[in-house]
């Protein structure tokens, strides 16, 4: 509880920054359909450096937020030199898992397609996601069942981030996590039909092209999510000899929304999880 009274804490000092951080790079929005919440901002760097794409997936709560709310990392990104893409979805209550599974998953062929026209060369992507976009993301790189039904290919896939995720729905829950997936699915759907955890259960020996490597940053003072989860879910992988690392959150600012979203407005020199998370950006690229 206590842990969570913190998470609650930190969101007014996120507003302030959120409303002072300097926009350098004005994006391009892309709207796919009729609705106001399924589309994307690319922000291109100025001075392009790396080859990767990084597609952004932004958190929320599944009900709430949207890529405008996140600009602020798609800036960043694009100003270390790597194009980068914050994608959105339609929000709970008014759609459920399998209609924003199917945002995700159709955005995403979308965007390939978008870079396609413009002559970016989008064959090594990087997936990155904050908290319930941690978990959308987990699931377009890992669900052998999404590849098939929307023919996505998932060589392009070079490595997956998570930040704060929830990957694993077994045992007892805490509280915040459990309200939330009561409103993710809808009601009498079997909460594994969009558990990472027991997607991973359907890759094989076979399934070589999914050896993907994943990074999993989480923190033992979340408030929101409990860390023993997402060992599990790092555990699983390691036994299909997936790569895994995994990263303890050590900064006094650890808890769900700061450490899985807010560090992106840190200076690199004193935030030790951004640092992790841009020195494994860095293992993934090439160029």
């Known amino acids: 509880m206590k842990d969570f009274v913190r998470e609650l804490q930190s969101y007014p000092g996120l507003g302030v920054k959120l409303l002072t951080y ?16 399924v589309y994307f901002l690319h922000f291109a760097p100025q001075i392009k450096k790396h080859s990767e794409i990084i597609i952004y997936i932004h958190g929320g709560g599944w009900n709430s937020k949207s890529p405008r709310d996140f ?42 397609k978008y870079l396609k026209g413009k002559n970016i060369d989008a064959s090594r992507v990087i997936v990155m996601g904050s908290s319930a976009g941690a978990h959308l993301g987990s699931l377009l790189v890992y669900d052998k069942e999404l590849h ?23 045992g007892k829950l805490p509280w915040a996590l459990k309200q939330l997936l009561s409103d993710l699915f809808e009601k009498g759907q079997d909460w594994k039909e969009g558990e990472p ?28 999510l409990d860390m023993e989860h997402t060992l599990v879910f790092a ?11 995994f990263y303890k ?8 929304s700061y450490y899985s979203a807010g560090i992106f407005f840190d200076d690199l020199t004193k935030s030790k999880t951004l640092q992790m998370v841009f020195n494994y950006i860095g293992q993934l690229t090439l160029d």
Do not use: W
């Not at 996505?152 to 490595?159: E, N």
């Open 22 to 37: 300097k926009r350098e790079i004005k994006a391009t929005k892309v709207s796919l359909n009729e609705s106001k919440e």
């Open 71 to 112: 600009e602020y990392i798609g800036q960043r990104m694009a100003k270390e030199g790597y194009d980068c893409i914050v994608m959105g979805y339609r929000k709970v209550p008014h759609v459920h898992y399998n209609q924003i599974i199917n945002d995700v998953c159709v955005e995403y062929k979308s965007i390939l």
């Open 148 to 170: 098939a039904k929307y023919r996505i290919g998932a060589k392009r896939f070079v490595g997956f981030i998570g930040l704060a995720g929830p990957y694993c729905f077994e």
């Open 197 to 224: 955890y027991s997607k991973l259960d359907l890759l094989g020996p076979e399934d070589c092209e999914i050896s993907i490597p994943m990074y999993l940053i989480q923190s033992d003072h979340d408030g929101v």
């Open 235 to 245: 555990r699983k992988a390691l036994e299909l000899n997936i790569p895994v690392t």
């Open 249 to 256: 959150v050590t900064d006094s600012k650890n808890t769900h």
